[in-house]
Nanobody, 119 residues
Framework: QVQFVESGGGLVQPGGSLRLSCAVSGSRLSIETMGWYRQAPGKERELVASISNSVTFGSVANYHDSVKGRFTISRDVGKSTVYLQMNSLKPEDTAVYYC?????????WGQGTQVTVSS
């Protein structure tokens, strides 16, 4: 059974940084295209970053325009973990962040981790 457990969120001032982690179980991380998603209050969940499976595509990363140059997605296959390094955070980055495959498995969303950017 596939499971995603997100961690690393918190309260940070504008311009600050956070590193999110997603522990993946029940799936071989190297063959999955993984994504980080976020949902702000009153808004739809959106994909902010993805990384293709390393076996077929060599871990190509893609980003939403709003986070390009500030966020970096990576994975550690040995630790079965996906990361999202977030720098130069803005108040509009405030949201609950989730990881899932891309496209997402609709029945296995985790609890997410809250990121709040505020002074």
């Amino acid at each position: 059974q596939v499971q995603f457990v997100e961690s690393g969120g918190g309260l940070v001032q504008p311009g600050g940084s956070l590193r999110l982690s997603c522990a993946v179980s029940g799936s071989r991380l190297s063959i999955e295209t993984m994504g980080w998603y976020r949902q702000a209050p009153g808004k739809e969940r959106e994909l902010v970053a993805s990384i293709s499976n390393s076996v077929t595509f060599g871990s190509v990363a893609n980003y939403h325009d709003s986070v390009k140059g500030r966020f970096t997605i990576s994975r550690d296959v040995g630790k079965s973990t996906v990361y999202l390094q977030m720098n130069s955070l803005k108040p509009e980055d405030t949201a609950v962040y989730y990881c899932n495959t891309r496209p997402p498995r609709p029945d296995v969303w985790g609890q997410g981790t809250q990121v709040t950017v505020s002074s």
